[in-house]
């Protein structure tokens, strides 16, 4: 019979040492739970603030770029060469071209012409677009080296 008491209270010495066990684990376990939450919590907020910043700076990047093109397209440039002269923007899109009368009797010359008229435009609106560009990257931190400037 004594045995049988000192087995029950053991048990129950077991039961409860079980259980302040299971409850300290269950503490911890919480604990860790808010630490990982409120680690969330900060981190999805510091993701937040980056990226409200990251927009912003990406629609005034885009704006910029809106108005560099408006501006390019403002900008005519004008080239003559034997004879032919070709009408170009700063976005190098070719607005007219003008055929002295005298070249339309040799085809190609008048092909040989037009071509180098047409580079030597192209080429100028490209250096008035690098400009433009430079000097809208001159206003953003860290693009002036991707202009070679």
Excluded: W
């Excluded at 900060?42 to 990226?51: E, F, H, P, V, Y």
Aim: aromatic share 2%.
């Amino acid at each position: 019979m004594h045995i049988l008491r000192y087995v029950g209270v053991s048990q129950s010495i077991d039961r409860v040492e079980s259980s302040i066990y299971s409850d300290m684990i269950s503490v911890e376990i919480r604990n860790r739970i808010i630490k990982a939450e409120n680690f969330l919590l900060i981190s999805r907020t510091i993701l937040k603030t980056n990226m409200l910043g990251n927009i912003s700076q990406l629609l005034e990047m885009k704006k910029k770029a809106e108005e560099l093109k408006n501006k390019l397209e403002a900008i005519i440039i004008t080239e003559n060469n034997n004879g032919i002269t070709v009408d170009c923007n700063g976005n190098r899109k070719i607005l007219s071209i003008h055929i002295d009368t005298e070249l339309l009797n040799d085809k190609t010359q008048l092909e040989d012409h037009m071509v180098q008229a047409i580079n030597k435009a192209l080429e100028s609106a490209e250096k008035a677009n690098m400009a433009e560009v430079g000097a809208m990257a001159g206003g953003m931190p860290g693009l002036m080296g991707l202009f070679g400037k």
